[in-house]
Nanobody, 120 residues
């Protein structure tokens, strides 16, 4: 069974920083793309950033220049460094990963989410 466990959320003042982590565990062959999404109250879930297994990244326009996605393949972990946080960044942040099984089947897994609240 593959699990993704997020950590690092919390309450921060506007202009502050947080670093989210998402670690994968279980038995599998490899991890392809990993990503962070977020969902604010009353809004649809939106894609924040993606990173390929080779390290190619993409960031949503709303977070470019402020957020940075990265990963440590050896630790099976994806990170989201969030700087210059704004109240509109308040949301539950979810990671996901495309996991390849030993039979080379691909399946997407999601973490349970971590709350980020930006408020003074």
């Amino acid at each position: 069974q593959v699990q993704l466990v997020e950590s690092g959320g919390g309450l921060v003042q506007p202009g502050g920083s947080l670093r989210l982590s998402c670690a994968a565990s279980g038995r599998f062959f490899s991890i392809n793309d990993m990503a962070w999404h977020r969902q604010a109250p009353g809004k649809e879930r939106e894609l924040v950033a993606t990173i390929s297994s080779g390290g190619t990244t993409n960031h949503a326009d709303s977070v470019k220049g402020r957020f940075t996605i990265s990963r440590d393949n050896a630790k099976k972990t994806v990170f989201l460094q969030m700087n210059s946080l704004m109240p509109e960044d308040t949301a539950v942040y979810y990671c996901n990963a495309v996991v390849v099984s030993f039979s080379l089947m691909r399946q997407t897994y999601w973490g349970q989410g971590t709350q980020v609240t930006v408020s003074s």
